[in-house]
């Protein structure tokens, strides 16, 4: 039986596909049927032409490939294109909400402003009475009685501490019938209860309110359950006064849109005390802080003693924590003193940072609060003359000269007199550390401390009565000089000065 013909005439991409196929089921047919090939070698022609048929497949096959990724890319591309435009379409839609909340919310207050006026106004067409029972006095029928807190919260406020007075005691509550605490009757033995408000309750300065108004405002706990309070939420009053027992916040007030909270108590709602309206007591909006934030707490204002990382901008273990300790600074005293001997050495060679950055200005601003007012003693440094002395805090800031006996304290120096007291300090910045505290600021003067060692010389209190006309802060001082720091020259000159003055007002009588 003769063998089938092979055509291997190619029209196209289809074509060859389909003569392919008709190559291999002929050669399939005929094995079944008998046929053997032929064992003579293919010709060069038959080899060039099935090499030519699988580099077209091959071409075939990949031109298929190539258009799926195109069309898959394709299609990612107009993915994301829609994505942008939802996205666009979203944020559009959250403006547009936000304003509408902004309005809602204006709108809001101004319904709540017209709703008071309009029952302040009924109120004074239709005065009402309502009796107080069993003994207690009122001023007037329409008594203004309220809750009222007796101290303030000292802050800062931490989750899970227990909250304390600014005297560091126990916070009171008392009822009060303006400003008179009740003390007897059915209110001075009353139950209250302390709660938590948000932050925005009385934001426009109102002092009234009505029991709903501050129901609304009540804050509640993480996703709307329990309170934001733990503790002792309750106390009896006694004779019209309480002290809280141990209160704590169990969540911050960062979550809050005024990030503030506000404490509040009212009478227990079960226990209306014959009809009578007792308005609820409410605190200064404060900002509870996570208490892992305790250990970088930042005081306003510092004390002297306190690390020199609880200053603004400078964290615990941070990087400025790390080259201030290098320097030997640990303390708020030691910063303000390296602040106050050279600055430009302390924020470029210590700190390394620019002194115009504003982390520089929030650092040294916070350091300048520090309260210096029980810490009178004062460092002296006089010129070689003896004719300027400079007075110098326990941080050794200059707070004012001696000029040729005149004490001018630094706020009044004019440019000269200013320039020769911080030349003054220059010369003396290396001694800083070991001069001692030879005065105290007494009032607005500086006083030296009573000595064995100091000798006194009245003729150092120079204070001409033209100088006294002429400035507030020019006077008499009624120190002493150190006799170790006089030299001839100086006594001379001081006597001197002493002298004229004798002669001048002698003259004028």
Known sequence: MAPPKRQLALTGA????????????????????????????????T?????????????????????????ISQIGRMVQRKMEGIQKVQALMMRKLENLEEKVESMSHEVKKLARLHSNRHADKHPRSEPYQEGATLSEPNANIRLRFLDGLKT??????????ESNAAIRIGVFDGDKMISEGPLSKAKVE??????????????????????SHIAQGRHRQGSVLGGDCSAWLNNGEASLGKIRFREGSSRTPSRKFIVGGRVCMNRKIGGIRVQEAVM???????????????????????????????????IYHRRLKNAHIFTVEDFLKALNKDADELCETVLEIKKRSNAWERMIKHARECCLADKPELKA????????????????????????????????????????????????????????????????????VPSSTHFTLDAFILGPDVALQQTKTSCRIGSTISLNHLTRTSIFMVIRAQLTHIISKEKVF
């Not at 800062?156 to 007075?165: G, V």
């Not at 302390?194 to 129901?215: A, H, K, M, P, Y």
């Open 14 to 45: 289809g074509a060859g596909r389909e003569e392919a196929k008709r190559l291999r089921v002929g050669v399939a047919n005929a094995s079944a049927a008998g046929w053997q090939a032929p064992t003579s070698p293919a010709s060069p022609g």
């Open 47 to 71: 080899r060039l032409m099935r090499r030519t048929v699988l580099v077209v497949l091959f071409l075939l096959r990949m031109s298929d490939g190539i258009t799926v990724t195109e069309s």
């Open 156 to 165: 800062p406020i931490y989750t899970d501490k227990i909250i304390a007075s």
């Open 194 to 215: 302390i709660l938590v408000l948000r932050g925005d309750f009385c934001s426009d300065g109102q002092e009234s309110w009505t029991e709903e108004e501050f129901n």
């Open 284 to 318: 200064e909006p404060v900002t509870v802080l996570d208490r892992r934030n305790e250990a970088n707490e930042k005081r306003h204002p510092p004390r002297l003693d306190d690390e020199v990382y609880r200053l603004e901008e400078i964290s615990r273990d941070g």
């Open 381 to 448: 440094y006089r010129n070689v003359e003896g004719t300027v002395v400079i007075f110098l805090n326990c941080v050794h800031d200059l707070v004012g000269a001696v000029f040729y006996g005149v004490y001018i304290s630094r706020d009044n120096f004019d440019p000269a007199k200013k320039a020769q007291a911080y030349e003054l300090k220059e010369c003396a910045r290396h001694q800083l550390d070991s001069l001692p505290f030879d005065y105290v600021m007494n009032g607005d003067l500086p006083e030296q």
